[in-house]
């Protein structure tokens, strides 16, 4: 049934077939080839696929980034983030850093992301004297940051399919993001101390309070929802309406969104939040005949076969990860991999907490890497280069990331210990 499985899917989906369908063409396949093909069954998981509470969060928080992006928010951020650090050699390098962290904890989404913030500072960067095709790699590079830290939408995912609490895998998510952050930042100095680039002028402190305060609406919501979901204020998915009306009302109050721009901005979210629900739906099918083939055991006795130390174990999964990442997309990875590698972390002794955001890390990476790379593919457009060229300057910054992944491998306390002192 493993086989089975596999090769029914990767078939499809090399055959063109949209990832929702191939899943559950997958799950009717495995049904068959076991004899219990039954279309209420069918039925039943799709609709309680989508029919999840927690997955409410999903489509608010998509709405939240649409709304930050069409009200000029990114634009501030970007402000405020060259007062700050406009003024060192390289300077746009770090605002791109800097205003990525700061928009991570506002999207939620690795491609949103890109996307506003890219429009912003690639042109600046390519005016400025900056290499068009380093300067796209650390966007995009910078861009998978919104996939880790709070409010995550993979982490939303896996919480709803793992059944573990999106909270915990929320607070779990802060410290390896900035560690990326900062690997970023020691990746750039390196590749950019010796460019003849402009230089900002240093920013008074004056301008650079001045800067704060107009973008002072948008840096405070991602420790609103921070605390919120902390301190037990809220749920995720209420945090994700907050989040969304809040947005609305800062949107409305800059003056740089107006009633006209809104159904774009609905419809947008719309469509990307029917995308995602339907995949979740397709995954419950999914999993359901998965669970019945026994396959997550039958792994599970062949990686027993191999190593019985738990580290060992996770950097096996982790580079078995790597390269699922290299050739599908995040959303489908999460779903389709998620109720099959679980129960072996968990029977191996690892925090099911700690292996989510492991996870999301390491399928992150997956969106910069070609062949299906998105948030790759959108920085790309937006910079109006081949993908050969951007990945020529991405992989300085890709090497970091997944050293970084293989140090959160080795040492879990990064991630374990922050945790701990976060939810408790």
Do not use: C
């Not at 928010?73 to 983030?81: G, H, N, Q």
């Not at 409010?151 to 999106?166: D, E, K, M, N, Y």
């Amino acid at each position: 049934m493993i086989w089975v499985f596999l090769t029914s899917l990767f078939l499809l989906i090399l055959l063109g077939v949209p990832i929702a369908f191939a899943m559950m063409i997958s799950g009717v396949v495995m049904m068959l080839g076991m004899g219990i093909f039954d279309t209420v069954v069918i039925a039943e998981n799709l609709v309680s696929g989508a029919n999840d509470f927690a997955l409410m969060a999903i489509p608010f928080f998509i709405l939240t980034g649409e709304i930050m992006n069409a009200g000029g928010v990114s634009k501030r951020i970007v402000d405020f983030a060259i007062s700050i650090v406009g003024h060192i050699r390289g300077g746009l390098g770090y605002v791109t850093i800097f205003a990525g962290v700061i928009f991570a904890g506002l999207s939620g989404s690795a491609v949103a992301d890109v996307a506003a913030l890219g429009a912003i500072l690639i042109p600046m960067m390519v005016a400025n004297g900056y290499d068009v095709k380093r300067s796209t790699g650390l966007l995009v590079s910078t861009g998978i940051i919104g996939t880790i830290i709070p409010p995550s939408i993979p982490l939303i995912l896996f919480g709803v399919i793992s059944g573990v609490s999106i909270t915990k895998l929320f607070m779990g998510g802060i410290v390896p993001g900035l560690l990326i952050g900062l690997g970023l930042i020691v990746a750039w100095y390196f590749v950019s101390r010796k460019d003849d680039t402009v230089v900002f002028d240093k920013a008074t402190w004056k301008e650079r309070l001045s800067n704060a305060k107009r973008a002072s609406l948008a840096l405070i919501l991602p420790l609103f929802i921070i605390i919120g979901l902390r301190g037990g204020v809220f749920t995720p998915t209420e945090a994700g309406v907050f989040a969304a009306v809040y947005a609305l009302v800062i949107s409305f109050l800059y003056r740089e969104i107006s009633i006209k721009k809104l159904p774009a901005v609905f419809i947008n979210t719309a469509k990307t939040t029917g995308v995602v629900l339907f995949l979740a739906a397709a995954a419950m099918l999914t999993a359901y005949v998965i669970t019945v083939a026994q396959i997550p055991t039958q792994l599970a006795s062949g990686f027993g076969g191999i190593t019985d130390n738990p580290t060992v174990l996770l950097l096996l999964i982790m580079l078995f990860l790597l390269v699922v990442g290299m050739v599908m997309d995040m959303t489908p990875a999460i779903l389709i991999f998620t109720p099959v590698l679980l129960p072996i972390v968990q029977g191996a002794g690892i925090d099911p907490i700690f292996f989510g955001v492991m996870m999301v890390i390491n399928l992150s990476i997956g969106l910069i890497t070609p062949p299906v790379g998105t948030a790759l593919y959108v920085g790309a457009g937006i910079a109006k280069v081949n993908i050969i060229d951007v990945t020529k300057g991405i992989w300085p910054f890709l090497l970091v990331e997944i050293i970084v992944l293989f140090l959160l491998t080795l040492f879990p306390e990064f991630i374990t210990v922050p945790l701990e002192w976060m939810v408790n």
